[in-house]
């Protein structure tokens, strides 16, 4: 059986490493998703852990329904999501690689991709 600690130590490697794969395919860099996250580094990946119970997992979940939902639009085309997340969009007046550095460019990035996604 394992404990609590046990228990929560792994939510904590899950999480950081969704929130890292799900960066690989919006082209972040590890400088960017560390500044995204509010965290001083993301140089050593092995150690990232987040807790699940905190801001950083919430902007981490709001990444990872961002690459989700992208993915869909896509069919999983990683080259094509990272040039949506690079290139300047008209609906979100800005480029979305950079607003989503703030948590209200996070939430519109979402809310788009995902207002997209249902319309499919």
Same mark, same amino acid.
């Given at each position: 059986? !394992?404990?609590?600690? &046990?228990?929560?130590?792994?939510?904590?490697? $899950?999480? *950081?490493?969704? @929130?890292? *794969?799900?960066? &690989? !395919?919006?082209?972040? *860099?590890?400088?960017?998703? *560390?500044? $995204?996250?509010? $965290?001083?580094?993301?140089?050593?990946?092995?150690?990232?852990?987040?807790?699940?119970t905190s801001k950083q997992e919430e902007i981490a979940l709001?990444?990872? !329904?961002?690459?989700?939902?992208?993915?869909?639009?896509?069919?999983?085309?990683?080259?094509w999501m990272q040039h949506f997340m690079k290139s300047p969009?008209?609906?979100?007046?800005?480029?979305? $690689?950079?607003?989503?550095?703030?948590?209200?460019?996070?939430?519109? @990035?979402?809310?788009? @991709? &995902?207002?997209?996604?249902?319309?499919?």
């Amino acid at each position: 059986m !394992r404990t609590t600690s &046990e228990k929560t130590a792994k939510q904590k490697m $899950i999480l *950081a490493k969704a @929130v890292l *794969a799900a960066a &690989e !395919r919006l082209g972040l *860099a590890h400088d960017q998703l *560390a500044l $995204i996250l509010n $965290i001083d580094s993301v140089k050593n990946l092995t150690s990232l852990e987040l807790d699940p119970t905190s801001k950083q997992e919430e902007i981490a979940l709001t990444l990872i !329904r961002i690459t989700t939902s992208l993915d869909a639009l896509t069919g999983g085309d990683t080259a094509w999501m990272q040039h949506f997340m690079k290139s300047p969009n008209k609906l979100m007046s800005g480029i979305p $690689i950079e607003q989503i550095q703030n948590p209200q460019g996070l939430a519109s @990035v979402l809310q788009l @991709v &995902e207002g997209l996604r249902a319309k499919l």
